[in-house]
């Protein structure tokens, strides 16, 4: 078994391309992106690493770039599903204990201000944190070290 996989988790059974029912809307070879199940907003997307990687608090200093890797996938599938204001977007994850999947997962919701009124709440609370908020996060991170 690849050991930066846990055979238990759905997102890395996604990510191996096993998950029958999932479809893959974009992929490279560190990420796939595909739609969440239960969407918060009309356009609603999951990008994930390959990599089993617990949450952003399990993120280090060095991370930057995997979250701005993330991002820029999940803008992209935004732009090929025809969202064309990318400044009515949110881009975030979720912080522990909120996390339903315990594998790191970018939320791409769009648009924002067209959140379901069930997912306000999901979506704009502390517990979810944007790219931006979660690089700089990292940025401090690298501060300390």
């Given at each position: 078994m690849d050991e930066s996989l846990?055979?238990?988790?759905?997102?890395c059974t996604i990510a191996k391309g096993d998950d029958q029912y999932?479809?893959?809307?974009?992929?490279?070879?560190?990420?796939?992106?595909?739609?969440?199940i239960v969407p918060g907003a009309p356009h609603h997307?999951?990008?994930?690493?390959?990599?089993?990687?617990?949450?952003?608090l399990s993120l280090n200093a060095d991370?930057?770039?995997?979250?701005?890797?993330m991002a820029e996938m999940g803008r992209n599938v935004l732009k090929a599903n025809n969202v064309t204001d990318l400044k009515d977007i949110s881009l975030g994850f979720?912080?522990?204990p909120y996390i339903?999947?315990?594998?790191?997962?970018?939320?791409?919701?769009a648009p924002y201000s067209q959140l379901y009124r069930w997912a306000i709440?999901?979506?704009?609370?502390?517990?979810?944190?944007?790219?931006?908020?979660?690089?700089?996060?990292?940025?401090?991170?690298?501060?300390?070290?």
């Open positions: 846990d055979e238990t988790c759905i997102f999932t479809e893959i809307l974009a992929e490279d070879e560190d990420f796939v992106c595909f739609r969440d997307y999951l990008v994930i690493p390959k990599k089993h990687i617990y949450s952003c991370d930057t770039s995997l979250v701005r890797r979720h912080v522990p339903t999947v315990p594998h790191l997962h970018l939320h791409v919701l709440n999901k979506f704009k609370t502390n517990w979810y944190i944007n790219d931006e908020k979660t690089i700089e996060m990292l940025k401090k991170k690298t501060q300390m070290v």
